[in-house]
């Protein structure tokens, strides 16, 4: 007769449903803390944290540098040049300078212990599964900061720039504004930056779906084409009205979607690997 694997806590005593909620406290507590000191050191270094933030207004970001250089390679001239956006920024109110400087700071030490709370979100949820499931699982907290850092770096150096232009040169009719607040900038770069992280954490979603037989690889080609036009509405959005940006960005967002498909093909073969050698056993 089959016999179920034992599970990695099985030899510990069986834990209460308020013994649960006392170990889930103590978890928050600590990326509460991890949050508070990445924020206190960003929070100090505020000249060096308003200059990367105000990055994607500077004619000489590093984006605007490199899309001039890449334009010139393929042949493309200054066409694939961008200009940023000519605006000032205001406060409007007298404590908005010290409020923003809060959230600026919260924002970067929620980015950076980021990789942090992914490891204490496993070690929360390792203890129920079995050793079988921890070890194909080993590597998911690497594999999810590397995702998020680099979705984070991606929303930066790409969308954020791109959406910040695309907002400051809409008009509406003849109404034309030049004039925009300091939080309604640093709202968009904030929360596009950590926007395409979470989004880049994608294949990781995915790959636990498929894992409990949610999705499977069948499906996601079958909407693969669904996903492909949704990636260019959203690039059209946020990049400028030129097919050189548009196409540029929408490839990394794409390619995102075709390694899903890889990781859960993956996943259903190493799951029909293993059905199969419990059939055996049977």
């Known amino acids: 007769m089959f016999e179920e694997p034992e599970a990695a806590n099985s030899n510990e005593k069986e834990m209460s449903f308020f013994d649960h909620l006392e170990?889930?406290?103590?978890?928050?507590?600590?990326?509460?803390?991890?949050?508070?000191?990445?924020?206190?050191?960003?929070?100090?270094?505020?000249?060096?944290?308003?200059?990367i933030i105000l990055g994607?207004?500077?004619?000489?970001?590093?984006?605007?540098?490199?899309?001039?250089?890449?334009?010139h390679f393929v042949g493309l001239g200054d066409r694939g040049c961008i200009t940023p956006?000519?605006?000032?920024?205001?406060?409007r109110n007298l404590p908005d300078a010290f409020f923003l400087h809060l959230k600026v700071s919260f924002f970067i030490g929620l980015i950076f212990s980021f990789p942090y709370l992914l490891w204490e979100l496993w070690r929360f949820i390792s203890p129920g599964l079995y050793d079988h499931e921890r070890n194909q699982?080993?590597?998911?907290?690497?594999?999810?900061?590397?995702?998020?850092?680099?979705?984070?770096?991606?929303?930066?150096?790409f969308l954020a720039p791109f959406g910040v232009n695309f907002?400051?040169?809409?008009?509406?009719?003849?109404?034309?504004?030049?004039?925009?607040?300091?939080?309604?900038?640093?709202?968009i770069v904030t929360s596009v930056t950590f926007a395409a992280g979470m989004l880049f954490e994608l294949p990781i979603v995915i790959l636990l779906l498929a894992k409990i037989g949610v999705l499977s690889s069948s499906i996601l080609r079958e909407y693969r084409r669904h996903a492909f036009v949704a990636v260019l509405i959203v690039s059209a959005i946020l990049t400028p009205a030129d097919p050189f940006s548009q196409?540029?960005?929408?490839?990394?967002?794409?390619?995102?979607?075709?390694f899903s498909i890889l990781l859960a093909e993956r996943e259903e073969k190493k799951r029909a690997k293993q059905e199969r050698?419990?059939?055996?056993i049977r």
């Open 23 to 51: 170990e889930l406290r103590w978890h928050v507590i600590r990326v509460l803390s991890s949050i508070a000191v990445f924020g206190l050191i960003a929070f100090f270094m505020k000249s060096t944290v308003m200059a």
């Open 56 to 71: 994607p207004m500077q004619p000489d970001f590093l984006t605007y540098e490199k899309f001039c250089e890449l334009s």
């Open 85 to 91: 956006a000519q605006f000032t920024l205001e406060f």
């Open 137 to 157: 699982t080993r590597g998911i907290v690497l594999f999810g900061s590397v995702l998020f850092l680099t979705g984070a770096a991606f929303g930066y150096f």
């Open 167 to 187: 907002f400051a040169n809409y008009t509406l009719a003849d109404v034309i504004v030049k004039d925009f607040t300091i939080e309604s900038y640093i709202s």
């Open 247 to 258: 196409v540029f960005v929408s490839i990394p967002v794409y390619f995102l979607y075709e």
């Open 277 to 280: 050698a419990e059939s055996a």
